[in-house]
């Protein structure tokens, strides 16, 4: 029975591997077995056996080890979790079964100094008798936990304390072994040769280059007829454009007979700079749609900003309405002139778009047509597929039904095994029991021992505390008769009795609020002028906004107007659409043959769903296959 030893760590190997989130138990013993086949069927079964223990009462041993950690094991390595948990499930589970001489030897087999320190957590009547046997009560019932566990455990306490002096000994012989082979390092010199002192170089003498020409400046200017040329060319150009500012300054002159005449280098100056466009880079900006039915509140200095701006407009349009009524001309008829030439532009605009829409709007149609055409043919092969399947189903269905009478009968014979397998396990429960009704006897007797002397020590305390409190409870008089009105007398200068400073104070505090109440009231009366001023600004500023927004809705009226007839279209357009209209027509004569054609189609659907339903089946009868073949694989272990 020397193999056991090896295969705790097998265990514990495989064990370590087991994720709960992502591994269930039975596919995770199925694996392993696989992997175990070149072991001897008793090695095997023994390492089967102890891994679905683990696995089962994971729970329970996940209470013991994690309190370990957190209490005595805190410099203990976490990849030593695997094999705490299994030297826990052979002292719980198997210790009876495998004998404490065997148990021992797995125990001295792993590392000691980490035996020692676990199973002294364990064993401890103190630790089993409190929180593991509650903590185990809330998973299982606590007869049961009492009578099966902890029983049996609290009876090896001698043997358990035997071996915890063996492997404390053995432990502390390890470690002054380790000590004494520690040696310390003497550093040694290293014997390096001494290298020959370096020969200086004589230095070279540094090339003289000799000294370059100088660039001509010949070369960085134009040759003389260059610059004739671009000084001609300039002039000339200065020269048309001066010729033609001054004959569309007579054409403008006429709308204009009472302004001043300005002179022609003037006219030029200013047409100049209305030609010439200023280019600034700016940043892009986002602008978002104002949200008419929410007011925009306004600080002081926005309200002044706008107020002032306004009051420039008004300005403006007074010295505007000066000068109309000085004589001054109006563009009207270039507005107008202009106008009917934009709305040109835009129609000629508009019909190309139409144009380009409608060339979209054609190979649409043109690309559902074709997409129609593919789709039918594609119904044609599917139906012919389905059809083969229909045949290929049929043929799985009859071998189900074979492999079912088959799986049934193998199920008999699995239930059979396991009831004699129940026979055979209440027996040994029943022995185990009544020596687990022996062990909690003794425990009791143990508890009312500790219960006793627990509450004489309690007794004791609270005499104690008693005695503390009535001690505490004398009076004791520490007051000291103390005359507000008395000068100390230190011989100072302003020295005065704590009534007399009280009162001075007191007027102090008073004339500090007397000044404040003036400034606040200044204060508040500055506010108030201040809001006034600012409440005829806004007001101001809405009469604008409201003239304003009439002026911007009559312009946007004025442009909604159609400035085309409605009967003038574009031939182009007119073409477009009458092809559109023939594709369309087309599409839905197809449409409407698909929609004859359905009632025929609707067959394929019930095909379908009696395939899903096979597969499905199937699916459940493999499932089933794989559950009865685990059963006798756990039976043959048992």
């Known amino acids: 029975m020397a193999y056991q030893g090896e295969c705790v760590q097998t265990v514990v190997k495989q064990l370590s591997k087991y994720r709960p989130q992502k591994d269930s138990p039975e596919q995770f013993l199925d ?34 080890v994690d309190a370990f950690y957190a209490r005595d094991g805190r410099f203990c390595l976490w990849a030593d979790y695997s094999l705490f948990e299994v030297i826990c499930y052979l002292a719980t589970f198997h210790v009876q079964e495998l004998g404490f001489r065997l148990f021992r030897k797995i125990v001295c087999s792993q590392p000691r100094d980490k035996m020692h320190k676990f199973l002294r957590f364990f064993f401890n009547p103190i630790n089993l008798c409190s929180w593991i046997k ?17 029983d049996p ?18 432990s502390a012989n ?4 380790v000590k004494a082979k520690t040696k310390v390092t003497e550093p040694k010199e290293f014997k390096l040769t001494v290298p020959r002192p370096r020969a200086i170089p004589m230095p070279k003498r540094a090339p003289v280059l000799a000294k370059p020409r100088p660039v001509p400046q010949s070369t960085y200017q134009l040759p003389p007829e260059r610059q004739q040329l671009e000084r001609t060319k300039r002039y000339n150009r200065w020269l048309a454009e001066e010729l033609l500012l001054n004959a569309n300054l007579e054409e403008l002159r006429c709308a204009m007979p009472r302004a001043r005449r300005e002179t022609p280098a003037e006219d030029s100056r200013k047409l100049r700079r209305q030609a010439t466009p200023r280019i600034q880079k700016v940043s892009k900006l986002t602008f978002y749609k104002p949200n008419s039915h929410m007011p925009v509140k306004l600080n002081a200095a ?17 010295q505007r309405v000066d000068s109309l009524v000085d004589g001054a001309g109006d563009f009207s008829e270039f507005l107008g002139w202009q106008k009917k030439m934009q709305a040109k532009d835009r129609e000629e605009q508009l019909a190309a778009e139409e144009c380009r829409r409608l060339h979209g709007k054609l ?27 229909v045949g290929l189903m049929q043929q799985c269905a009859e071998r189900r039904l074979q492999e079912e009478r088959a799986l049934k009968e193998q199920v008999e014979r699995v239930l059979e095994a396991e009831k004699n397998a129940k026979a055979a396990q209440t027996k040994l429960w029943k022995s185990r029991r009544q020596a687990a009704q022996e062990v909690l006897a003794e425990s009791r007797e143990l508890l009312q021992r500790s219960a006793q002397e627990a509450s004489e020590q309690q007794r004791q305390r609270c005499e104690l505390i008693c005695q503390l409190r009535a001690l505490e409870r004398q009076p004791t008089r520490k007051e000291k008769l103390v005359d507000l009105t008395q000068i100390p007398g230190h011989r100072l200068e302003g020295e005065m009795s704590i009534v007399e400073l009280r009162e001075r104070l007191a007027l102090l505090k008073e004339a500090q609020q007397r000044a404040q109440e003036e400034k606040r009231d200044q204060i508040i009366q500055g506010k108030r002028a201040r809001s006034q001023e600012l409440q005829d600004t806004t007001e101001r500023i809405a009469l604008c906004r409201a003239a304003m927004g009439r002026a911007a809705a009559l312009r946007l009226e004025e442009k909604k107007r159609p400035t085309t007839a409605p009967g003038s279209q574009d031939e182009r357009v007119l073409e477009l659409r009458r092809r559109i209209a023939e594709r369309t027509a087309e599409r839905r004569r197809q449409v409407a043959a698909l929609r004859a054609l359905a009632p025929r189609a609707a067959r394929p659907r019930l095909r379908e769903k009696l395939e899903a339903q096979q597969w499905r089946e199937l699916a459940m009868s493999r499932q089933q296959r794989l559950r009865a073949l685990q059963q006798e694989q756990r039976l043959e272990t048992i």
């Open 363 to 389: 190979s649409h149609e043109e690309a559902i047509l074709a997409r129609q055409n593919v789709l039918q043919e594609n119904k044609h092969k599917a139906e012919q597929k389905k059809e083969e399947m």
């Open 134 to 150: 509650d903590e185990w009560s809330l998973v299982y019932e606590t007869t049961h936990v009492k009578e099966s566990w902890i």
């Open 153 to 170: 455990l609290m009876r090896l306490q001698p043997e358990i304390q035997e071996l915890l002096r063996e492997l404390e000994t053995a």
């Open 31 to 64: 694996t392993v077995s696989l992997d175990l086949q070149e072991l001897s069927p008793i090695k095997r079964a023994f390492i089967l056996d102890v891994l679905s223990g683990c696995l089962e009462y994971q729970k329970l041993l996940r209470t013991v």
């Open 174 to 177: 390890q470690a002054s072994v």
């Open 302 to 318: 926005a309200i002044l900003r706008e107020g002032a701006l306004y009051q420039r407009q008004v300005e403006r349009e007074l």
